[in-house]
């Protein structure tokens, strides 16, 4: 009876916090948007999606250098003319050079080759240079996935299992969360918000699993590897702002932060599920 009333004064006390609140009414605004472009279908999440890397890769950018560059817009630039050639091309299915390589891979080693000339010119660490080849990857294997027959409902399956995973995460470290677990990296993740969050992931995963045609087995096992790679992510890019200094990749989404701050979990997700599912 003491550890519920406990409980109960935890859950006032957490709605009572401003950040909470925030958090709450961004992700239910991020949710509805994230629904009507499914609603909409492709072409528009593709599009929509291909115009988002340009913001995201813009912040990124932003986060390396106290004031941002020519030479750095003007990569930001190339490199959302690239993706969005290679949007348009996934869309009408045109290939490139057909005969010789495949569209994706062309695609990705002109983006990724590009990006490490501006890195080696800055003389960025590991973890710079990772991290925003990362981001482009990612994005990549988004588009890909979303012109596959099923892809709006594997993309929608991933945004259900990561927001799980960050929501009973974050949640669970609240109520009921006492042991850090890599506080050098990140001080609010706790050892039994992760699990709580893991766990539901697991669960939440079962439930869905018509999302992605899985089976039982298939769907626990997804759900299991979708929590930790989201959870990776978030603890990548936990890991650079701590190099670079900063609590927040940006102050755009209330109780998030910025882009990279709400898409952070995604940056190994996305890429995980092409390749399991190609």
């Known amino acids: 009876m003491v550890g519920i009333i406990k409980l109960f004064k935890n859950i006032t006390s957490m709605m009572n916090v401003q950040e909470f609140r ?5 992700t239910t605004i991020l949710s509805f948007m994230f629904l009507l472009l ?4 492709n072409p528009y999440v593709s599009i929509f999606f291909s115009i988002l890397f340009s913001f995201v890769f813009f912040e990124y950018e932003k986060l390396t250098s106290k004031i941002l560059q020519k030479s750095q817009v003007f990569k930001i630039l190339f490199l959302q ?3 969005l050639f290679f949007t348009i091309f996934k869309i009408y299915k045109i290939e490139f050079f057909p005969l010789f390589f495949n569209n994706n891979l062309t695609f990705i080693l002109i983006a990724v080759f590009f990006n490490m000339i501006f890195l080696f010119n800055k003389k960025s660490n590991f973890i710079n240079f990772f991290l925003s080849n990362l981001i482009i990857v ?12 099923n892809g709006l409902y594997t ?4 945004v259900i299992l990561v927001s799980t995973m960050d929501i009973f995460a974050y949640l669970g470290g609240k109520l009921f969360g006492k042991r850090k677990i890599i506080p050098a990296i990140s001080k609010g993740k706790t050892i039994e918000g992760t699990f709580i969050g893991l766990a539901s992931t697991i669960l ?11 089976n039982v087995i298939y769907s626990l096992i997804y759900g299991f590897f979708i929590g930790i790679i989201s959870f990776f992510g978030d603890l990548l890019e936990s890991f650079f702002k701590r190099k670079i200094g900063v609590k927040d990749s940006g102050k755009l989404i209330p109780g998030h932060g910025g882009l990279m701050d709400r898409f952070d979990g995604y940056f190994l997700v996305i890429p995980f599920l092409y390749i399991s599912i190609n």
């Open 22 to 26: 925030q958090r709450f009414i961004s």
């Open 38 to 41: 499914i609603l909409l279908g």
């Open 81 to 83: 003319v690239i993706f």
């Open 138 to 149: 990612s994005f990549f294997s988004l588009i890909v996935i979303l012109q596959f027959p």
């Open 155 to 158: 993309i929608l399956y991933a």
């Open 204 to 214: 939440i995963s079962y439930f869905i699993k018509d999302l992605m045609n899985l």
